[in-house]
């Protein structure tokens, strides 16, 4: 499938009036879609590999979630919520703590208005005022969230940060210690110890550690069970709040409602969006009574709380929970990873295929195991022409994150132009 001349004039409107600093990896300009299938503005369909980066759990174009939308806007669509009582946001805020178990919700916009938020709190919380994140972390893109992220040093250039210190994630494939797990003992987690608190940062000026449960951008990255442990063991030993990004991982993705259920590992503060609000714009922080007690006015927003991305949310969690969304996630999941494996038996090029429930990612390599960027590039661009959407992440890696509502014929077919992808690549 050829890029059209309709699609080349919207793509050179595009490049006059907006701005260059967003990422398109192809050029796709997306008409409607309709389940796990989107249709160009030509018509073509084109299965959907990427759940448009991991926000589309329930599928597109579902009917429960455009219902509650449309019957809140025929009410109302926005109330200012941080000035005003309604109760929509609270049946979402209700549904969110009922099941996750935090007690606490602050409402906003976004991924990256989720972490910002968490950060604050806990600044507010410990009065401290350094965080430790980890290497390839991606966390977002605004000044708070950015300091956390670093994945690619082209997301850093050029922008202060706040007093963040990076440390080794659990990226066994390659790992950053040259160790081999288990033998390792999760050394990777003890530089913190070892390293951070004696020569960089004092734990006692540390509100906390920030993680992806799953990281997701630098690569689909799954650690060991005892990594988030001593992760969790250093916060508690040290007095500090640990913060789970579930942005990209939650929501039923990994078969769990937040992924870092699948470590048996509780987080202080949980930042979660994408997912939750069925393609509206939702964000979620979440917390204890406890720990977010601030007063009136340390945080607030314009849209947080707002009415149709409440009503949609609450829409997009009940559809999950009736339609058994996490089962489906490991089932299918598993079916998937295990094609995938065979796959790598058959093509050298791919060096890993790792993930839990429907975040995998498969790792492209040359035959030294060094990132096959470019071929990654070419496979991701040869796969869309012949009718699948892709995602890169991380060096040289590709992610599955379909729909949790994709079908088993779906996937297959999917697979079928992967494979010729990765023959034509």
Sequence with gaps: MKTSQKSKEIIERDKKVVSPSLTRPYEFVVDHAEGSTIFDIDGNAYVD????????????????????VCTQMEKMVHCGFSDFYSEIPVKLSEKLSQMTGYEKVFLS?????????????????????????????????????????????????HFPSLRVVHSHYAYCYRCPLNLEYPQCGISCAQ???RTIFKRELSPKDTAAIVVEPIQGEGGFIVPPPEFHKEVRRICD???????????QSGGFRTGKFMAMENFDVRADVVCMSKSIGGGIPLGATLSSSEIMSWPPGAHANTFGGNLLAAAGGLATLEFMEDKKLGEKAVEKGNYLMGRLNELK????????????????????????????????ETIVKKALEGGLILLPAGDSVIRFVPPLIIKRNEIDRGLEIFENALKAG
């Excluded at 590999?49 to 509650?68: P, Q, R």
């Excluded at 040290?238 to 913060?243: A, E, F, K, P, V």
């Design 109 to 157: 916009n976004s991924g990256a208005e989720s972490v910002e938020a968490a950060q604050k709190l806990a600044f507010w919380y410990t009065k401290r005022c350094g965080m430790i994140a980890f290497y390839r972390a991606f966390h977002g893109r605004t000044l708070g969230a950015l300091s956390l992220t670093s994945s690619k040093i082209k997301h850093k250039e």
């Design 345 to 376: 038996e058959k093509y050298p090029i791919i060096g890993d295929v790792r993930g839990i429930g429907l975040m995998i990612g498969v790792e492209l390599v040359k035959a030294n195991k060094d990132p096959a960027v470019e071929e990654r």
């Design 191 to 193: 530089e913190i110890e």
């Design 237 to 247: 030993e040290n007095d500090l709040l640990l913060i789970a990004d579930e942005v």
């Design 49 to 68: 590999f990427a759940a448009s980066v991991a926000v589309m759990n329930i599928g597109y174009n579902c009917k429960k979630v455009k219902e509650a």
